[in-house]
Each structure stands twice: as structure tokens, then as C-alpha cells.
């Protein structure tokens, strides 16, 4: 057998045997409150034990279970009102684990956690017991984490796995541009809502494949998503998986919620340290929290993201930013998509932050606006979006490659 082959082999057997991503899920069963005068109990039914983290977050009030990968059979939660939570979300965080997130509305402690082993006709149960607290022992607390499961661990197998395959050909001369379309939100960060249920994490992605198909058959580009499903992924490993992959420009998808429903139409956003307005401001604050969201602390980042606007060499990138947004701004107008007043504005987006690849966040309309969030909803108009943003981007390389022949 040729070495190569030999190799391929060893990696398929150690992926079949080894990698937790291919052992059976957990599932979750179902989950239950109950109230004690002293607590609240958390417990949550699974059809096997399990490792598991839990710790509390706040801005807003949450408590987090992290547990390897799971399939959701709980249906809707029900929990009491005395218990203090307002919503549960759950999704995949990261290769190997799933995450559950309660919405508080208020600190709380956690008391103890720990799996109950099943008996004669129990299943096995994580049980967490918690209380409320004051908000400056939450203070003291909140950094406390119950439970041994280390995603770490769980990621660096999967990576060692990964590390076996075989190394990729070399790139040819002049390739083709490569575009990252990066729909936001996913996993167990559903973004704004619409109407009826539907959530911008689905629109945007809906938009990001039609944006995909139409930037391919062009045959002008290569393209890369940084989700092609619904995924959780951390900000500022969008912007790691574009400079990662070496990415020509960095495209982030969004549609998102305002006070005034009324409001429609797209707007382009790029990077800057001061936002061109207080409406703008708020708009990127939230985006910034989508980590938070979903239960990630953002105190603690990246050396390479915090400070990025301080380095000088992000000037020219910002610059080809600017341009490229002032050209999709034109293609839209041109092309029949509705846009804000002021459709090219800026503000601080953390996932805007490559110092290398010009980036936009694409606003294509708001879910706040029922009306526009139906519409984002149907093939036509995502595919008439794409159409005029193919477009803009063909127009912005016309461009670099006359400033290239100057």
C-alpha cells in the first residue's frame, strides 16, 4: 500500500475510533424546576452520564451548562415564575460541546451540581441547586465554575485528530479572489426576531448561501463561509477563520431589530473607532454582546483583535474598507434594494476587525420591520440582495485591478 493511501487509512480508523464527534450524542430528555424554600432545583433527564460545566454570567443575569454534544428532546422548557428564568437556549458552542443557557432575572448562586446515577426506571439526572443572592456576593462568585468538563481538552483531541490528514496541495498562481461571507449570529445566538417565530440567525444564512451560489457561478471568485449551518461561532474566530483562509474580502451578514418599526431598507457598515451615530452606536454594541449572549465572556480576548484600531497598518485596510462599502452602497441603489438614509455608516464591530481584508457588515434590512422581514424570508428578494451585492463586489475588483496596472 503507498505510503499516502497508508496514511489516509490510518486517519479514517483513528477518526471512527477515537473522535468524539463521532460517539453517540447525549441526549437531553427533559428538564424540571423545583422550588425548596432555602433553593431552586435544577434537574435536567439524560439518557447517559455525563461531564458537564455550569457557572453564572452576568449583563445580562445567566446560568450556563456546557455537556458534550447533544441532541435537545426536552420540547419547550416550563419553569415556575419563583424561579427567576425568563428564557432557555441551546446550541452547539464548539466542536464536541453543546451549550444551555437560562435567562435570569436576577444573581443567583450555585450551590452545588453533580450527576445522579439512574436507577430502576430513572434515567440518569444533572441536578443543580441554586439560590439568590445579593448583588455584591454575586460579584464574588460569578467566576466559580462547578463541574470537570474541559472543552479544551475535548478540542485539542479533535485538533491532534485533524492533524493526521493529509497536507493540503500547494495554492496555484493567481487564483481567483476569495470572498468569506460570514452569516451572523447561529447556534444558540438567534439574533433579532421577526415575525411568526422567525429568527435573523436563518434569514442571514439563507442570504449568505444565495450570495455564495451567485458569487461561484460567476466563476470569478472562490468563496468561504464561516457557518453553513446553525453554529454558534465566537467573533473573533470569524475574523481568524477569514485571515486563516487568507480571504480577499470579508463580507458579515446581518439583519437587525430597531425601536422604530418602521424603519427599512439595507445599510453598510465598516470599522471605525467613533460611530458615525448614536443609532449606530447602539446597533454595534449589541452585535459586540452576541458572544455574551450566548455565554462567553468578552473581558478576556484575543491579543491580536483588542487594540487592532491602534495599529497602523489597519489605516489602508480601512480605507479599501470604505471604498468597497461605498461601492456596494451604489450597486444597491442601482440595482432596486431599498437603503437607510445614510446607507454607509461606522462604528467599533469587533467582527470587523481583520487588520489585512476589508471588511463590511451588510445590513439587508430589519426584523423589527415585519413587513421587510417577510421579505427577507422569500427566495426573490435574498436572491435580488445578492444580485446587487455580486455585483458590487465585481465592480470593487475592476477597480483594484486598474490600480494595480497604475
Known amino acids: ?204 444564512l439563507a442570504l449568505a448561501k444565495d450570495l455564495k451560489a451567485q458569487l461561484e457561478s460567476s466563476g470569478k471568485y472562490r468563496v468561504k463561509m464561516t457557518r453553513a449551518d446553525n453554529t454558534f461561532i465566537k467573533l473573533s474566530n470569524r475574523v481568524k477563520f477569514a485571515r486563516k483562509h487568507e480571504g480577499d474580502l470579508f463580507i458579515s451578514l446581518h439583519a437587525d431589530s430597531m425601536e422604530n418599526k418602521n424603519i427599512s431598507g439595507a445599510s453598510v457598515y465598516t470599522l471605525s473607532e467613533k460611530a458615525s451615530d448614536a443609532q449606530t452606536a447602539k446597533l454595534a454594541a449589541r452585535e459586540n454582546k452576541a458572544d455574551l449572549i450566548a455565554g462567553i465572556d468578552l473581558s478576556v480576548e484575543d491579543e491580536d483583535v483588542v487594540g487592532i484600531l491602534m495599529d497602523l497598518a489597519m489605516r489602508d485596510t480601512m480605507n479599501q474598507s470604505k471604498f468597497f462599502a461605498n461601492t456596494l452602497v451604489n450597486s444597491f441603489n442601482a440595482n432596486g434594494v431599498k437603503t437607510l438614509p445614510r446607507p454607509h455608516r461606522y462604528a467599533g464591530f469587533a467582527v470587523l476587525k481583520a487588520p489585512d481584508i476589508p471588511s463590511v457588515l451588510i445590513e439587508a434590512g430589519f426584523m423589527s420591520n415585519d413587513k421587510e422581514a417577510n421579505l427577507l424570508n422569500t427566495s426573490d428578494h435574498r436572491q435580488k440582495i445578492a444580485s446587487a451585492l455580486t455585483k458590487g463586489i465585481d465592480r470593487y475588483f475592476e477597480q483594484v485591478r486598474k490600480n494595480q496596472r497604475i
Not at 178 to 199: E, M, N, R, T
Request: no cysteine; glycine share 8%.
Open 1 to 204: 500500500m503507498a505510503l499516502k493511501s497508508l496514511h489516509f487509512a490510518l486517519t479514517i480508523l483513528l477518526l471512527t475510533l477515537f473522535s468524539p464527534l463521532n460517539a453517540r450524542a447525549l441526549n437531553i430528555e427533559s428538564v424540571r424546576f423545583g422550588l425548596y424554600e432555602e433553593k431552586t432545583r435544577l434537574v435536567l433527564d439524560l439518557d447517559k452520564p455525563a461531564d458537564f460545566r455550569v457557572f453564572v454570567l452576568s449583563e445580562p443575569y445567566r446560568m450556563v451548562i456546557d455537556l458534550p454534544s447533544f441532541e435537545w428532546q426536552a420540547g419547550e422548557v416550563q419553569s415556575p415564575q419563583d424561579a427567576g428564568v425568563q428564557a432557555t437556549r441551546h446550541g452547539n458552542l464548539k466542536p464536541g460541546i453543546s451549550r444551555i443557557v437560562f435567562d435570569l432575572n436576577r444573581p443567583i448562586s450555585i450551590q452545588k451540581a453533580f450527576i445522579l446515577p439512574g436507577g430502576v426506571g430513572k434515567p440518569d439526572r444533572l441536578v443543580i441547586d441554586f439560590s439568590n443572592v445579593s448583588l455584591s456576593l454575586f460579584e464574588q462568585i460569578k467566576s466559580t465554575v462547578h463541574g470537570s468538563l474541559d472543552p479544551d481538552k475535548i478540542q485539542a483531541q479533535n485538533a491532534n485528530i485533524a492533524t493526521l490528514a493529509p497536507p493540503p496541495p500547494p495554492k496555484p498562481q493567481d487564483q481567483k479572489p476569495l470572498i468569506i461571507i460570514d452569516p451572523g449570529h447561529g447556534g444558540i445566538d438567534p439574533g433579532a426576531s421577526g415575525p411568526h417565530g422567525l429568527h435573523e440567525k436563518k434569514v442571514v
